[in-house]
Nanobody, 115 residues
Framework: QVELVESGGGLVQAGGSLRLSCVAS??????MGWFRQAPGKQRELVAR???????DYAESVQGRFTISGETAKKTIYLQMDSLKPEDTAVYYC???????????WGQGTQVTVSS
């Protein structure tokens, strides 16, 4: 079992920055990542950090967002710069357990970017 606690969402003007944090507890993890879901849209990958240190980003956030942290320490961050109104969404932290294929989700944190 894995529990996730997210923090750091809020309201910011376009061009501003926010930093999200996610702390996990429980089983060993092979990856952690951030997803987001805007109203009326499907949940999508934002950024992902694997246990080997490799990262993946959605094309829409490449160069503006940075994922950091360590899966071994069960903590990741998402630094979001040059925010745009289209970044507005609920952001969810996800943890992929090392054994098996089960994934776990945080409760989500709202990010709102005003124009």
């Amino acid at each position: 079992q894995v529990e996730l606690v997210e923090s750091g969402g809020g309201l910011v003007q376009a061009g501003g920055s926010l930093r999200l944090s996610c702390v996990a507890s429980g089983d060993i993890l092979r990856a952690m990542g951030w997803f987001r879901q805007a109203p009326g849209k499907q949940r999508e990958l934002v950024a992902r950090l694997s246990s080997d240190g490799s990262t993946d980003y959605a094309e829409s956030v490449q160069g503006r967002f940075t994922i950091s942290g360590e899966t071994a320490k069960k903590t990741i961050y998402l630094q979001m710069d040059s925010l745009k109104p289209e970044d507005t969404a609920v952001y969810y932290c996800r943890a992929d357990r090392a054994l098996g294929t089960r994934v776990f989700w945080g409760q989500g944190t709202q990010v709102t970017v005003s124009s």
